[in-house]
């Protein structure tokens, strides 16, 4: 079973849970202000992917392995939930809608489209590898050491949340070497067929390139009542650059 955070609703009603699957390189912890400020009518839980965070370590990062994590997480929940992924999470939410409709009630689907990319994101892998973590001891000094191979301070910091000072010396609560090899089923697509008849919302940034106009047609194959919205000034990142605007989206669309 993956690591959750659970992020339990502070005014409860008969909603369905909702379950948040992050990115590459992130974890449940990234997501825990939206998060806890979603749970006020309904329960929350944010999971740590395969490889990342606390979750079990494992030899395979393709997106049926990863979408029958998320059918155990939902099955454990009581077998039907609301289910919100972005980026690599967004993947494999969308496998698991299309192969386990039953288990989803609504779909977000933030900044990712149903197809295969161009871009390898290997490079972040190998930088954060490539930190001698035997000589740093603060978060400042892994920083300047990250600083070498990564110019941008917002993706550094980001990189640096999974970095555990508990321990001693600290470490990467991420499996690189996984991460690094299995690249290409992470950028990729795995073909997944078929289609879920459910409501779903693709959710993306305006100054985001990640679904392109001529992806509609491919997300409405496979997702026939697919709406689409857009959040201006935000690229990728979106939940974390427009964290409010995110969140009002996702909660009018689940409460519709």
Known sequence: ???MIHH??????????????HGLYGSARNWG?????LADRRDVVAVDMRNHGMSPRSDVQGYPEMAADLAEVVEGLGGRADLLGHS?????????????????????VADIAPVAYSHDQTRHALAMRGVDLATVTTRAEADAALATSV????????????LDFREKPPVWRLNLDVLATE???????????????GP??????ADSSYVRPEHRDTVRALFPKARFA????????????KPREFEEAVRVFLDA
């Open 1 to 3: 079973m993956l690591a």
């Open 8 to 21: 339990p609703a502070t005014l409860p009603d008969d909603a369905l849970p909702l379950v948040i699957a």
């Open 33 to 37: 202000v939206i998060a806890r400020r």
């Open 88 to 108: 690599m999470g967004g993947k494999a939410s969308m496998v698991l809608a299309l192969t386990r409709p039953d288990l989803i009630r609504r779909l977000v």
């Open 151 to 162: 110019d941008d301070p917002a993706l550094r910091a980001f990189f640096l949340q999974s």
């Open 183 to 197: 690249m290409s089923k992470i950028v990729g697509w795995p073909g997944t067929s078929g289609h879920s008849s």
């Open 200 to 205: 779903a919302l693709f959710l993306t940034g």
């Open 230 to 241: 857009k959040i201006p000034g935000a690229g990728h990142w979106l939940h974390a650059e």
